[in-house]
């Protein structure tokens, strides 16, 4: 099982910029595919992005699309979200996953989470 620590969250103003990092302890980071989350109070756990293990597939939700983009780089164990042009509705804790497969991937492991706060 992977070991996962997100970082990069905070608070921003609405249209400003994020990039949150997720960090896995070991080399079979390389072969997972890998997903971001986010559980915004009182709302279902949502997906946010995911991309191939090897970074070649990407999908995101219509309601990131075109202001998110996820990237990895696996001589780094690490994932990447970088969340552009800011609403307030993005306010949520971000989750990094790791898992296998593609339509739709499985995800087994989980980090802890990184808080993301738009303000106006």
């Known amino acids: 099982q992977e070991q996962l620590v997100e970082s990069g969250g905070g608070l921003v103003q609405a249209g400003g910029s994020l990039r949150l990092s997720c960090t896995a302890s070991r080399r079979t980071f390389s072969s997972s595919t890998m997903g971001w989350f986010r559980q915004a109070p009182g709302r279902e756990r949502e997906t946010v992005a995911a991309?191939?293990?090897?970074?070649?597939?990407?999908l995101y939700a219509d309601s990131v699309k075109g202001r998110f983009t996820i990237s990895r780089d696996n001589a780094k164990n690490t994932v990447y979200l970088s969340l552009n042009s800011l609403k307030l509705e993005d306010t949520a804790v971000y989750y990094c996953?790791?898992?296998?497969?593609?339509?739709?991937?499985?995800?087994?492991?989980w980090g802890q989470g990184t808080q993301v706060t738009v303000s106006s």
């Open positions: 991309i191939t293990s090897r970074g070649y597939s990407t």
């Open positions: 996953a790791a898992g296998t497969g593609w339509g739709p991937p499985v995800f087994t492991s």
